[in-house]
């Protein structure tokens, strides 16, 4: 089994990690204990993020697992919300993301949002 884990890491923040996953149950230390994980598809491989109805439920405690403002956005064609680290400031990608990601659209039509993403 190939486990692919991408470390975001910069901006005078600590860590945060697009955990790599097969299945949602790959995800289940890695999200907030109420929130319902979910493996999302991208490029051959998965990542984990979370299920959410409002930016609300994307809210993470300050700490070092999580310590970007997360929203609530579909993501490409997948018809669910999902929380993602968000870079909607206006700020440029080396302000707000990480060195080795980018500020991308989640690619959502109407709940499209823009969000920090490896390159």
């Known amino acids: 089994?190939?486990?692919l884990l991408i470390v975001?890491?910069?901006c005078n923040k600590d860590d945060v990690e697009y955990e790599s996953?097969?299945?949602a149950d790959d995800c289940a230390e890695w999200i907030p204990e109420e929130a319902t994980g979910v493996c999302l598809e991208k490029s051959g491989g998965g990542f984990c993020s979370w299920e959410c109805a409002t930016d609300d439920d994307c809210a993470t405690p300050e700490d070092d697992e999580h310590p970007y403002d997360y929203v609530c956005s579909s993501?490409?064609?997948d018809p669910g919300l999902y929380c993602?680290?968000?870079c909607e400031e206006g700020d440029t990608d080396a302000e707000v993301c990480?060195?080795?990601f980018t500020c991308r659209s989640t690619g959502g039509g109407s709940d499209n949002r823009?969000?920090?993403f490896p390159e």
Do not use: Y
Request: proline residues 10%; glycine residues 10%.
């Open 114 to 116: 823009r969000i920090c």
């Open 75 to 77: 993501f490409e064609s």
């Open 8 to 10: 975001l890491i910069g």
């Open 98 to 100: 990480p060195e080795g």
């Open 84 to 86: 993602f680290p968000a």
């Open 1 to 3: 089994m190939l486990m």
């Open 21 to 23: 996953c097969e299945v």
